[in-house]
């Protein structure tokens, strides 16, 4: 009786979350962070990552800003104290074309790696997803796999 009241408290708990989320219609617009050297940022993020570069609204120059597919935009910020940077604390892409980006990256000798920190391969997220990670010219860790597609 116990666990079928804990149960229904639970379900119903969820239900508000989800329709509490519903409720702003919320969707992602960007994330910023502070890069040392925006020149050096800039490049990876178009060269590596291959993002389209937008106007950055009329801002300094230094603040740079960078779209993903989805419109999602990644604002780059050159500043002088950056944020300590652990691989659990990261930004998360995705692609249908994951063994090809690796590939990508190994004929740029960029090195990526696995969440054990083994170089050069993927592992399998318990929900099947295969995923790499690689860190920007600041050391920020960036996440890619093939899920959610």
């Known amino acids: 009786m116990r666990t079928l009241l804990f149960s229904i408290i639970l379900f119903s708990m969820m239900d508000i ?13 960007h994330d ?8 050096a940022s800039a490049r990876f ?14 801002l300094p120059e230094h603040i740079r800003w960078f779209e993903l597919n989805d ?3 990644i604002h780059l910020i050159e500043s002088e104290s950056l944020p300590e940077k652990q691989k659990g604390v990261h930004m998360a892409l995705n ?4 063994q090809e ?5 190994n004929s740029k000798d960029t090195h990526f790696e696995n ?21 920007d010219p600041d050391g920020y860790w960036i996440e890619v796999n093939d899920g959610s597609l």
Request: glycine content about 8%; proline content about 4%; cysteine-free.
């Open 17 to 29: 979350s989800n329709a509490q989320s519903k409720k702003f219609n919320f969707n992602k617009d």
């Open 32 to 39: 910023a962070i502070e890069v040392s050297d925006l020149e």
């Open 45 to 58: 993020y178009k060269e590596v990552l291959g993002l389209k570069e937008i106007p950055n609204g009329g």
């Open 71 to 73: 419109k999602v935009q």
């Open 95 to 98: 692609t249908n074309k994951l």
């Open 101 to 105: 980006f690796m590939d990508f990256l």
């Open 115 to 135: 969440w054990p920190g083994e170089a050069g391969k993927t592992n399998t997220r318990p929900d099947g997803v295969k995923q790499i990670y690689l860190q």
